[in-house]
């Protein structure tokens, strides 16, 4: 009889039990171990699988006026989305779903069984939460509903191109609101919830993480003064048959922007039909040849070099002067005219004489210390920075009409800009489009008695008989300005456009005290006249006389009152 083998080898026999009760015994520990002391582990898995992280969105910060007015406000909304697949177990339910969305039947049918395999598809955003609770209410299997916000502009149009606008997923793309997206946005949340392997919610378990609110953002803008702009540069445009405008206040001693408006310009709430060229800030983003609105600053120029002062006078006669084979023409014959005559009658003879004397380095230096054609440091998206030349040999020709205004390019702003400097005294403050608590530090470019001198000459080119500006005037006020008129010049080739031009009135209020600086930029009048006098100086007048008394500015040209003292009755008498 064979003998079993484990019979003949015992210990081999108790080597695989052994074996195979440390290896029960290992699972055995493993189980407890993992059921007892480590239910971190299961517990992980287990969450892996079914818990799942909502975002939580972040309400944006609001953007107001620097009076506290609402600029862009968020306003809760529904989004609707469905899961494809469990969206073909209701299809008894899609007419009335189709209905409810306001979309075709069929079509809307056809888009439901193409996306049979998707999980997640947008049926619809931007309801109002009750339309939203509407349809969910139907109780369509695989429609569900998140919480979103949309960005709404109660100023619409009026302020469009200082703040901007926001996309359907509520990030900043034009103006302020891209400027200051980071800002604005705030931090999203987390909720976090339980879904089975479908996707479908099973509980709602917690917020993981509150959502952090974006932060307010108070503009410099006024919105009265704003106002005020749009409706003056609008009819202006319209009267005059104008393809384009813009207009910039600023305040004189903070550099703060008050007011800036353009036309043509769009609704921010309805940008269905919107026109790209609409959405253009013409006023920071457009440059142009200044025309004689930077007259006053070669003048400066020449009364800061000390070889000149506002007596001395130039003979302009006959309104003409050769240099090689460019005539400079002025519009009226001046004869002799003193520095304040030259830009009564915006003598281009008169002032490229000057400028002859003086060379052109003392020019290129005021206007490029008062802000032309340099960074205005607002960092507004697309600015554009303009081009002041500074060549190593001034000719005679690039002096000239340096002097006069053309060869250089600026924008609306940074004229503006340059103005704020000679009604502060020939101090130059940074700018800004958001609300300042202190006024900013100044820094001292033009001698103080000739930036008053020059603001003075300013005020006789509006108020003194034969001056360009007479329709710039502003009851009760003292207003310096001075108008200009520049052609236009061609894109994509060399020389100007025929019959095009661009109007312009740049000033400071009240003389005395100027706290407002603004220009006006009428691009092609085509009706009625196209010179800066006739067409921007008016937009001027009436928009610096709403904005003083809005602010409260008291007139410094009352009518002086005279006063009879009373004569006491003789004795006896009468009067």
């Given at each position: 009889m064979m003998k079993l083998e484990g019979a003949l080898y015992p210990w081999r026999f108790?080597?695989?039990l052994g074996l195979l009760a440390l290896m029960v015994g290992a699972i055995v520990w493993r189980i407890v171990d993992l059921q007892v002391f480590d239910q971190s582990f299961l517990q992980a898995h287990g969450d892996a699988r079914s818990v799942r992280h909502i975002p939580i969105p972040a309400h944006r910060g609001l953007i107001?006026?620097?009076?506290?007015?609402?600029?862009?406000?968020?306003?809760?909304?529904?989004?609707?989305?469905?899961?494809?697949?469990?969206?073909?177990?209701g299809k008894d339910k899609w007419p009335a779903l189709a209905q409810a969305l306001g979309q075709e039947p069929k079509a809307f049918s056809e888009r439901l069984l193409g996306s049979a395999n998707r999980e997640f598809m947008y049926l619809v955003r931007g309801l109002t939460p009750e339309r939203g609770q509407q349809i969910l209410d139907l109780k369509v299997p695989g429609v569900y509903g998140i919480e979103e916000f949309r960005r709404f502009y109660p100023a619409g149009e009026v302020a469009a191109h200082v703040v901007g606008f926001t996309d359907i997923d509520d990030h900043g793309r034009e103006g302020m609101e891209l400027a200051f997206d980071d800002w604005l946005a705030g931090v999203p949340g987390k909720r976090q919830v339980l879904k089975d392997r479908r996707g479908r919610l099973i509980k709602d378990v917690q917020v993981a993480q509150n959502a952090k609110a974006g932060k307010t953002l108070a503009l410099?803008?006024?919105?009265?003064?704003?106002y005020l702009a749009h409706r003056e540069l609008r009819n202006a445009v319209n009267e005059f048959g104008a393809k384009a405008g813009s207009l910039v206040m600023l305040d004189v001693q903070t550099g703060e922007v008050l007011a800036m408006v353009n036309q043509p310009t769009y609704n921010p709430n309805n940008r269905r039909n919107l026109h790209p060229a609409a959405m253009r800030n013409r006023a920071m983003i457009d440059v142009f040849e200044p025309g004689s609105t930077v007259k006053p600053f070669s003048?400066?120029?020449?009364?800061?070099?000390?070889?000149w002062t506002p007596e001395m006078t130039v003979d302009t006669y006959p309104g003409t002067l050769q240099i090689g084979r460019y005539t400079i023409r002025d519009v009226s014959r001046g004869g002799v005219l003193n520095l304040t005559g030259i830009l009564m009658k915006s003598s281009n003879v008169g002032i490229s004489k000057v400028a002859f004397d003086i060379g052109a380095e003392p020019i290129y230096a005021v206007m490029q210390q008062v802000g032309l054609g340099q960074d205005t440091g607002l960092s507004f998206p697309g600015e554009r920075v303009g081009n002041l030349p500074n060549y190593r040999v001034w000719k005679k020709a690039e002096t000239a009409t340096l002097a006069y205004g053309y060869g250089l390019s600026v924008t609306a702003v940074q004229l503006a800009h340059a103005y704020t400097v000679l009604g502060n005294k020939g101090q130059v403050v940074p700018l800004s489009m958001v609300r300042l608590d202190r006024k900013p530090d100044a820094v001292q470019v033009i001698d103080p008695k000739i930036a008053q001198t020059v603001v003075g000459m300013l005020q006789s080119v509006v108020e003194e008989p034969g001056g360009g500006g007479v329709r710039a005037k502003v009851p009760g006020y003292h207003v310096g300005g001075k108008s200009g008129t520049a052609r236009k010049a061609a894109t994509g080739s060399k020389g100007y456009v025929d019959k095009a031009y661009r109007s312009f009135?740049?000033?400071?209020?009240?003389?005395?005290?100027?706290?407002?600086?603004?220009?006006?930029?009428?691009?092609?009048?085509?009706?009625?006249g196209y010179y800066g006098g006739l067409v921007s100086a008016p937009v001027f007048g009436k928009v610096m006389a709403g904005a003083l008394r809005l602010m409260n500015i008291a007139p410094d040209?009352?009518?002086q009152q005279t006063?009879?003292?009373?004569?006491?009755?003789?004795?006896?008498?009468?009067?």
């Amino acid at each position: 009889m064979m003998k079993l083998e484990g019979a003949l080898y015992p210990w081999r026999f108790r080597l695989v039990l052994g074996l195979l009760a440390l290896m029960v015994g290992a699972i055995v520990w493993r189980i407890v171990d993992l059921q007892v002391f480590d239910q971190s582990f299961l517990q992980a898995h287990g969450d892996a699988r079914s818990v799942r992280h909502i975002p939580i969105p972040a309400h944006r910060g609001l953007i107001t006026d620097r009076n506290g007015e609402p600029l862009a406000v968020s306003t809760p909304v529904t989004t609707l989305w469905a899961n494809g697949k469990e969206l073909q177990n209701g299809k008894d339910k899609w007419p009335a779903l189709a209905q409810a969305l306001g979309q075709e039947p069929k079509a809307f049918s056809e888009r439901l069984l193409g996306s049979a395999n998707r999980e997640f598809m947008y049926l619809v955003r931007g309801l109002t939460p009750e339309r939203g609770q509407q349809i969910l209410d139907l109780k369509v299997p695989g429609v569900y509903g998140i919480e979103e916000f949309r960005r709404f502009y109660p100023a619409g149009e009026v302020a469009a191109h200082v703040v901007g606008f926001t996309d359907i997923d509520d990030h900043g793309r034009e103006g302020m609101e891209l400027a200051f997206d980071d800002w604005l946005a705030g931090v999203p949340g987390k909720r976090q919830v339980l879904k089975d392997r479908r996707g479908r919610l099973i509980k709602d378990v917690q917020v993981a993480q509150n959502a952090k609110a974006g932060k307010t953002l108070a503009l410099s803008i006024d919105l009265r003064l704003q106002y005020l702009a749009h409706r003056e540069l609008r009819n202006a445009v319209n009267e005059f048959g104008a393809k384009a405008g813009s207009l910039v206040m600023l305040d004189v001693q903070t550099g703060e922007v008050l007011a800036m408006v353009n036309q043509p310009t769009y609704n921010p709430n309805n940008r269905r039909n919107l026109h790209p060229a609409a959405m253009r800030n013409r006023a920071m983003i457009d440059v142009f040849e200044p025309g004689s609105t930077v007259k006053p600053f070669s003048i400066a120029a020449a009364l800061g070099t000390g070889r000149w002062t506002p007596e001395m006078t130039v003979d302009t006669y006959p309104g003409t002067l050769q240099i090689g084979r460019y005539t400079i023409r002025d519009v009226s014959r001046g004869g002799v005219l003193n520095l304040t005559g030259i830009l009564m009658k915006s003598s281009n003879v008169g002032i490229s004489k000057v400028a002859f004397d003086i060379g052109a380095e003392p020019i290129y230096a005021v206007m490029q210390q008062v802000g032309l054609g340099q960074d205005t440091g607002l960092s507004f998206p697309g600015e554009r920075v303009g081009n002041l030349p500074n060549y190593r040999v001034w000719k005679k020709a690039e002096t000239a009409t340096l002097a006069y205004g053309y060869g250089l390019s600026v924008t609306a702003v940074q004229l503006a800009h340059a103005y704020t400097v000679l009604g502060n005294k020939g101090q130059v403050v940074p700018l800004s489009m958001v609300r300042l608590d202190r006024k900013p530090d100044a820094v001292q470019v033009i001698d103080p008695k000739i930036a008053q001198t020059v603001v003075g000459m300013l005020q006789s080119v509006v108020e003194e008989p034969g001056g360009g500006g007479v329709r710039a005037k502003v009851p009760g006020y003292h207003v310096g300005g001075k108008s200009g008129t520049a052609r236009k010049a061609a894109t994509g080739s060399k020389g100007y456009v025929d019959k095009a031009y661009r109007s312009f009135f740049a000033g400071v209020a009240p003389v005395n005290n100027p706290r407002i600086a603004a220009v006006v930029m009428i691009d092609e009048p085509s009706e009625g006249g196209y010179y800066g006098g006739l067409v921007s100086a008016p937009v001027f007048g009436k928009v610096m006389a709403g904005a003083l008394r809005l602010m409260n500015i008291a007139p410094d040209n009352l009518p002086q009152q005279t006063t009879t003292a009373a004569v006491a009755p003789a004795k006896g008498g009468r009067i």
